[in-house]
């Protein structure tokens, strides 16, 4: 029997969402740069093991918007969220969370 989920990755800009997909994936599937805001819209990564699949969703960064792109950039980050089985949120720096 085949078995698959969906797992949402998500994040501010630059967390490393698309790193971690292609890392999960094996191949490069999703542009891995510096500059922020780079993927623009979900991406989608498979991995195999066995009868198991797991769809990987990269999703554009979660910013504040300013302009129109910027909305519809974060309505596609929470789409790719909502319609997931697994969420995974990404952060750069997790000490930065402590007190």
Do not use: Y
């Not at 909502?82 to 750069?92: G, K, T, Y």
């Amino acid at each position: 029997m085949t078995k698959a989920g969906f797992v949402a990755l998500i994040g501010e800009p630059n967390a490393g969402k698309s790193t971690l997909l292609n890392r999960m994936v094996g191949a490069k599937v999703s542009i891995v740069t510096h500059k922020v805001q780079t993927t623009r819209a979900r991406i989608r990564g498979v991995a195999m093991e066995g009868d198991s699949q797991i769809v990987f969703v990269d999703t554009p960064g979660l910013f504040k918007p300013r302009r129109r792109l910027d909305r519809a950039m974060v309505a596609a980050a929470w789409g790719g969220a909502a319609d997931a089985d697994i969420i995974v949120l990404l952060i750069e720096n997790p000490m930065s969370c402590w007190p």
